[in-house]
């Protein structure tokens, strides 16, 4: 990320899989997976963020969170993340509100990645040994369930 860089514009999508079978976790059974992405652009980087929640969390995104965010400095993850927890005050922090802060701030840590061309390890995430991943999502066809809405400086 270039010095002086902002928030230019925020893409987010909600996306649904089917799960091969029904699955459950003894709470509750579902028969697909919800999951909204974001993209955050500063500049020509473009850091991604994902969600496993409601597709309701693209209007939070948009509506509350993204004017929040734009035209601000990415190079600090955790101001952002206060800035927007400070912004749902009245909508609750907790549950929806709380996987899109999320999703927009995997995004801003990815931006951040992408701009000191190093690995997210780097920043103190410890590494488990490889593991092949198990579970049915490799074989899903993902289905968009609403529009792409983004929001732009200016």
Do not use: Q
Not at 47 to 63: D, F, H, K, N, Q
Not at 81 to 100: D, F, I, P, Q
Request: charged residues 25%; positive net charge.
């Amino acid at each position: 990320m270039r010095p002086g860089a902002v928030v230019d514009e925020v893409e987010v999508r909600a996306l649904s899989f089917a799960t091969s079978a029904p699955e459950s976790d003894g709470t509750l059974t579902w028969d697909h997976i919800n999951v909204v992405t974001v993209e955050v652009r500063a500049g020509p980087e473009v850091g991604l963020g994902w969600s496993y929640t409601s597709p309701a969390a693209v209007e939070i995104i948009r509506s509350v969170l993204a004017p929040e965010v734009l035209g601000e400095d990415p190079s600090s993850p955790g101001r952002l993340w206060e800035r927007m927890h400070r912004a749902c005050r009245n909508l609750g922090t907790r549950g929806v509100a709380m996987a899109a802060i999320s999703a927009m701030d995997i995004a801003f840590w990815d931006l951040r990645s992408k701009g000191l061309r190093c690995r997210w390890r780097t920043f103190g995430v410890r590494t488990a040994t490889r593991s092949r991943s198990t579970g049915p999502a490799a074989s899903h066809r993902w289905t968009k369930v609403s529009s792409t809405s983004r929001s732009k400086r200016g």
